[in-house]
């Protein structure tokens, strides 16, 4: 068994003993009580705990399996070879630190056998990536367009289609036309921060200086982005998920924002069915109400909450998969806590790539080497009928 088949293992184990303690007091019609309520939620920790190692090692594993692939024939591009020289992300790096060369964007391309040149290998945009979906699922679930410019990107959007009719032999056809609405505009907004090393890290060439770069810029820039793209308010930022989705149910009244099995079944099918019928549909909420969502019973006594018992599967809520966005706000009144929803019906617009600059006279006196990382990115629902959110009742 693999280490990360143990993992899933215990995961499953936690969930059925926190299904026993659920059980107990339902039987018992009693609510937890304190020693209940302190090793359900320990174990609720746990879930979420093993649920994000299997995130990563999976991930990993993806990435390792991407990359053979990637590189499977050229070979003498990515590692060094007898007589010839090598260009990679990590020497690139290198050359920043070292004053080499000044500025540096790594972009996410494909190589094929008509490129010409030495493209930049994609390993470090990569790194990035994988570290901004670790923070949230933003770039995960929604549509991301990579454009080489910023200037605006409109997106064309229809909210009604032709329509057919019974046509007599011999009779004309009626005409249909599909109507449109007005252009949903993307944009680029920069997000970015600084990062200063010392002169002596960057001298000693056992420091893993990729890795650092890579692990501090996915951490800045995947939480920035991820808010942005969650709760954005389409002002100066872009219009985040949770704001351009619509209205699918409203929770009870004195229960402080708090939904039941029967909201969620109800959010569910507020949605188009030809929405929910497509890939990507799901649920996005935070631990909060993902802990709250682990509790409730369907009419049959059954448990909505279905954790993955297979090794790349999420796990399900309602026979959909769930997706944890810790941007989400949690159940309160007037809060929008669940979203579902075609999750690629949302568009994200990235601009150029992940750029990197450095700086040797910045902090100059205090001999450190500043470096610039920065993303231009946007987001929008051009179709909001396509993503609904549940809200708390405002009283």
Do not use: C
């Amino acid at each position: 068994m693999s280490y990360i088949d143990r993992q899933v293992e215990l995961r499953n184990r936690a969930w059925e003993e926190a299904k026993a303690i659920l059980d107990v007091a339902e039987a018992e019609k009693r609510d937890l009580s304190a020693e209940e309520e302190v090793k359900y939620a320990r174990i609720n920790e746990d879930l979420g705990k093993r649920g994000e190692v299997i995130s990563s090692l999976r991930a990993d594993e993806e990435r390792e399996f991407r990359l053979s692939e990637a590189t499977r024939g050229i070979e003498d591009q990515v590692r060094p070879v007898a007589g010839k020289s090598v260009s990679n992300d990590a020497e690139t790096i290198r050359s920043l630190a070292r004053g080499e060369i000044r500025s540096a964007t790594f972009e996410k391309r494909d190589v094929i056998t008509t490129s010409t040149g030495a493209p930049v290998p994609t390993s470090f945009y990569d790194q990035i990536v994988e570290h901004m979906v670790l923070v949230g699922p933003m770039l995960q679930t929604s549509t991301v367009i990579n454009t080489a410019g910023g200037e605006a990107l409109q997106i064309p959007r229809t909210n009604a289609y032709s329509t057919a009719a019974l046509t007599a032999q011999s009779s004309a056809f009626a005409e249909s036309d599909p109507t449109f609405q007005a252009f949903t505009t993307l944009n680029a907004f920069k997000y970015g921060f600084l990062i200063q090393v010392s002169s002596e890290m960057v001298a000693d060439s056992g420091v893993d200086l990729l890795g650092f770069l890579a692990r501090e810029a996915g951490i800045a820039i995947g939480v920035a982005v991820n808010t942005a793209l969650t709760v954005g308010t389409d002002t100066t930022m872009p219009n985040g998920i949770a704001v351009a989705s619509s209205l699918g149910v409203t929770g009870s009244t004195a229960v402080s924002g708090a939904f039941t099995a029967d909201n969620l079944i109800d959010l569910s099918y507020s949605v188009n069915s030809m929405y929910r019928r497509q890939p990507g549909t799901g649920w996005m909420l935070n631990n909060t109400s993902l802990a709250a969502v682990r509790k409730l019973k369907d009419t049959t006594n059954q448990y909505l909450f279905q954790p993955s018992l297979q090794m790349g599967q999420p796990d399900m809520l309602l026979g959909f998969p769930i997706f944890e966005n810790p941007d989400v706000v949690s159940p309160a009144t007037s809060a929008k806590s669940v979203l579902f929803g075609h999750m690629p019906s949302y568009y994200v617009r990235q601009a150029g790539g992940i750029k990197f600059d450095r700086s040797d006279e910045f902090a100059f006196a205090n001999d450190l080497i500043t470096f610039r990382a920065s993303i231009r990115i946007d987001g929008d629902l051009p179709q909001t009928v396509a993503i609904k959110h549940f809200v708390g009742a405002s009283s």
